[in-house]
C-alpha cells in the first residue's frame, strides 16, 4: 500500500470545555469537599471498570462513574461507593466532565479513547494503561499518567499522586487542554482534504491509466 496517511479523530471543544464546571453539581456529588474521580463510558467487562475499586477506597475522593451496559449491575455490587450517574448527553455530559478533578480509565484495548480527549478538552488530568490509544492522547507526566495495564495498584497509586497534589492537576490540565487544542473537528477535517489533495496532485498520467486500467479488471 503506497501513500498511506493516519487521519485522527477530533474533539469539540466548544462543547467540552473547563468552563462547564458546575459548583451546584460538585456540591451534589462531594458534599463533603471530596476530590472527584470519574470514569466516562461503558460498562463493558472489556473496559475493567472493576480495576477502579482501590480508587474509590482512597480518603478524600469520591469516584463518578457516566454510562450504562452488561456490566453496570456487577460494578454497582463491587462499588458501593460510586456515584452511578448513569447515560449522559450532549451539554448535561460536558458539565459533568468538567465537573470532575480527575479523569480515569481503566481498560487496556481501546484503540483511540475519544473520552479521554473530551476529558483533555474539559481541563482535566487523565490517568490510563500504557496501552493502545492512550499513548496517543497522554503525555506521561505532562498531562497525566500512564500505568501498567491491568494492575489496580499503580492505577490507584498514580489517581492519589493527583488527589494529593493540587497544584499538580492543575498544571496537567491546563497541559491536556492545550495538547488537544489543535485537534478540533475543524482542524481535522482540513487534515484530511489536505490528504486528499496530495493523492490528487502526486497522480500523474501514467499513475491514472493504470488506476483506470485496474479499474477494468473488476
Same mark, same amino acid.
Given at each position: 500500500m503506497h501513500r498511506v496517511r493516519v487521519w485522527g479523530r477530533g474533539v469539540?471543544?466548544?462543547?467540552?470545555?473547563?468552563?462547564?464546571?458546575?459548583?451546584?453539581?460538585?456540591?451534589?456529588?462531594?458534599?463533603?469537599?471530596?476530590?472527584?474521580?470519574?470514569?466516562?463510558?461503558?460498562l463493558a467487562p472489556e473496559k475493567r471498570v472493576d480495576l477502579l475499586?482501590?480508587?474509590?477506597?482512597?480518603?478524600?475522593?469520591?469516584?463518578?462513574?457516566?454510562?450504562n451496559g452488561p456490566a453496570e449491575r456487577a460494578l454497582r455490587q463491587a462499588l458501593p461507593g460510586a456515584a452511578f450517574l448513569g447515560p449522559?448527553? @450532549?451539554?448535561? #455530559?460536558? /458539565?459533568? +466532565? =468538567?465537573?470532575?478533578?480527575?479523569?480515569?480509565?481503566?481498560?487496556a484495548r481501546e484503540t483511540f479513547g475519544q473520552t479521554l480527549q473530551e476529558a483533555a478538552a474539559s481541563g482535566l488530568p487523565v490517568v490510563a494503561p500504557a496501552a493502545g490509544g492512550p499513548l496517543d492522547i497522554v503525555s506521561e507526566g505532562t498531562t497525566g499518567f500512564l500505568v501498567p495495564p491491568g494492575e489496580p495498584g499503580p492505577?490507584?497509586?498514580?489517581?492519589?499522586?493527583?488527589?494529593?497534589?493540587?497544584?499538580?492537576r492543575a498544571a496537567m490540565g491546563r497541559s491536556a487542554?492545550?495538547?488537544?487544542?489543535?485537534?478540533?473537528?475543524?482542524?481535522? @477535517?482540513?487534515? #484530511?482534504? /489536505?490528504? +486528499? =489533495?496530495?493523492?490528487l496532485d502526486s497522480?500523474?498520467?501514467?499513475?491514472?491509466?493504470?488506476?483506470?486500467?485496474?479499474?477494468?479488471t473488476w
Open positions: 469539540d471543544t466548544g462543547l467540552f470545555h473547563p468552563a462547564r464546571r458546575s459548583e451546584r453539581l460538585r456540591r451534589e456529588l462531594a458534599p463533603g469537599g471530596e476530590v472527584l474521580v470519574g470514569y466516562i463510558g461503558r475499586g482501590q480508587v474509590a477506597t482512597l480518603p478524600g475522593t469520591r469516584l463518578v462513574i457516566v454510562g449522559r448527553h @450532549g451539554t448535561d #455530559l460536558a /458539565g459533568i +466532565y =468538567a465537573s470532575l478533578d480527575i479523569f480515569v480509565h481503566s481498560g492505577l490507584a497509586e498514580a489517581v492519589s499522586r493527583l488527589v494529593r497534589d493540587p497544584a499538580m487542554r492545550q495538547k488537544v487544542a489543535g485537534r478540533t473537528w475543524a482542524v481535522l @477535517g482540513d487534515e #484530511l482534504i /489536505g490528504h +486528499y =489533495a496530495e493523492v497522480s500523474g498520467p501514467a499513475e491514472r491509466r493504470r488506476d483506470d486500467d485496474l479499474r477494468g
